[in-house]
Every structure is written in C-alpha cells, then in structure tokens.
Nanobody
C-alpha cells in the first residue's frame, strides 16, 4: 500500500522560510515523477512544482526564484524549500506521486496535506 506523508508546514511571517517534506512508503520513488500542489480556501488545487524521474523541474510562475523542489530517492523523500514567503502562499500543500516517470495521471497518489500559513 502506497502512503505519502507530508510534514514541515506551519505558521511563518512574510519573508520567512519553511521546508516541506513528503515521505513515501510502499513504492520506489526513483522512476516516478513527483510534485507539490497547493489549495487555498475556496480555490482549486494548483501545481506548485514538479520534478520528473530524470530530475527535470518545473515551477509555477508565482513561486519561481523562491521555491526549490528536490528529492532524495535513497530515502523516498521529496522536499520543497520555500523562501521569501508571502501571505498569498498560504494554503494546504499536498504532495503527489505519479504512476509514471514524467507526467501526472488520474490514478496518482496523494498525501494528506500540510497547512502553510504566512501572516504577520
């Protein structure tokens, strides 16, 4: 059974930093694409960053230059380093594990989400 567990969320002031982690069990990370999504209240869930099995990364325009996605395949864990946080980054952040190596599919796996709140 595949499980994804996010951690690292919390409350931070504008300009601060947080590092999210997503640990996977029940499957190997190395040949799959993974990504971070976020959903603010009343809004749809949007892609924040993606990393393919080959290491190619993509970012939403709103986070480019501030967020960095990475992963350690040896421990099946993905990270999202978030710097220069803004109030508009406030959302529940979800990790996603694809069933494929590059793109995302309807049958992908999701974590339970971790809350990030940016407020003064």
């Amino acid at each position: 059974q595949v499980q994804l567990v996010e951690s690292g969320g919390g409350s931070v002031q504008p300009g601060g930093s947080l590092r999210l982690s997503c640990a996977a069990s029940g499957t190997s990370f190395s040949d799959k694409a993974t990504g971070w999504y976020r959903q603010a209240p009343g809004k749809q869930r949007d892609l924040v960053a993606r990393i393919t099995s080959s290491g190619t990364t993509n970012y939403a325009d709103s986070v480019k230059g501030r967020f960095t996605i990475s992963r350690d395949n040896t421990v099946n864990t993905m990270f999202l380093q978030m710097n220069s946080l803004k109030p508009e980054d406030t959302a529940v952040y979800y990790c996603r594990l694809s069933i494929g190596s590059t793109y995302f599919y309807d049958n992908d796996y999701w974590g339970q989400g971790t809350q990030v709140t940016v407020s003064s």
